[in-house]
């Protein structure tokens, strides 16, 4: 992963359709003491939880070099949610791009590391939430920094594409 300029072809799920249509696994709810330990108290962000701890739909897939990438579509317990799956589409249409923008974002905050250590490991679609308590619908691409200690960074897009903030920490 030396150059940010990532070649469409090799990041191409040739059956995400199928994936995000029939092989999504509904993943184990949190159960209340999960919940409580979440320890949601900011206000504006506890009023409005049920969106924050949605149902969610999983699969673990190959992308160019990564093996076993975790897909995750926010849902209920019946089914993922259609405008999602229908985001998810359109976001691996173009995933070559959101990777290197995603890459690009993390090297201007952290010249130092080298972009051959990222490893993609979660792909999330669904609401979520911004420094500024802001919940929005969009995706995130969750990297792990493998270096002299490891660390994970979730670089955070809204719909359209745009990136919009990263949080990490060490693992």
Request: charged share 25%; with cysteine; aromatic share 14%.
């Amino acid at each position: 992963m030396d150059s940010l300029e990532l070649n469409k072809s090799k990041y191409i799920v040739s059956n995400i359709k199928e994936i995000l249509h029939k092989k999504l696994i509904l993943d184990k709810p949190l159960t209340k003491d999960e919940v409580k330990k979440l320890n949601l108290v900011n206000p504006p962000v506890y009023e409005n939880e049920k969106y924050l701890i949605q149902k969610r739909w999983c699969y673990s897939i190959n992308i160019g070099e990564w093996e076993d990438v975790d897909i995750i579509i926010q849902g209920n317990n019946e089914n993922p949610d259609v405008e999602i799956i229908e985001m998810a589409e359109k976001t691996f249409d173009e995933l070559h791009l959101h990777i290197s923008c995603a890459l690009k974002y993390l090297q201007k905050f952290f010249p130092n590391q080298e972009m051959k250590n990222y490893y993609l490991s979660t792909i999330c679609f669904g609401k979520m939430v911004n420094f500024d308590d802001y919940i929005f619908s969009g995706f995130s691409l969750a990297f792990i920094y493998d270096g002299h200690f490891e660390f994970q960074y979730k670089v955070k897009f809204k719909v359209d594409g745009w990136p919009i903030g990263f949080e990490g920490g060490p693992l």
